[in-house]
């Protein structure tokens, strides 16, 4: 089975910086693009920013210009940036990555399971 790890989560003042940690580990086989969506209190689970194989990155208008997303491949680990926060960052941050673990026979998705972030005003 695959499973993702996160880390990094914490309280920060508005404006501070945080990074995030996500690492894959178990049985895989390949992975293609790993991510990031977050859940505020009360709201529905957003995406935030992703990055693929060939490490393009696409992000959320929200967090354009603040977050950066970036991976080493050979830890099979995806990372979120985050600077200039605000307190609208807060929520939970959920790690997502597409792969296939060893007995899969189609891609499928593998979620963590969430880190929280809190930016205090």
């Known amino acids: 089975q695959v499973q993702l790890v996160e880390s990094g989560g914490g309280l920060v003042e508005a404006g501070g910086s945080l990074r995030l940690s996500c690492a894959a580990v178990?049985?895989?086989?390949?992975?293609?693009?790993m991510g990031w969506y977050r859940q505020a209190p009360g709201k529905q689970r957003e995406f935030v920013a992703v990055?693929?194989?060939?490490?393009?990155?696409n992000y959320s208008d929200s967090v354009k210009g603040r977050f950066t997303i970036f991976r080493d491949m050979s830890k099979n680990t995806v990372y979120l940036q985050m600077n200039s926060t605000k307190p609208e960052d807060t929520g939970v941050y959920f790690c997502?990555?597409?792969?296939?673990?060893?007995?899969?026979?189609?891609?499928?998705?593998?979620w963590g399971q969430g880190t929280q972030v809190t930016v205090s005003s």
């Open positions: 178990g049985n895989i086989r390949s992975l293609s693009d």
């Open positions: 997502y990555a597409e792969g296939y673990g060893l007995l899969d026979w189609k891609s499928r998705e593998f």
């Open positions: 990055i693929s194989r060939d490490e393009i990155s």
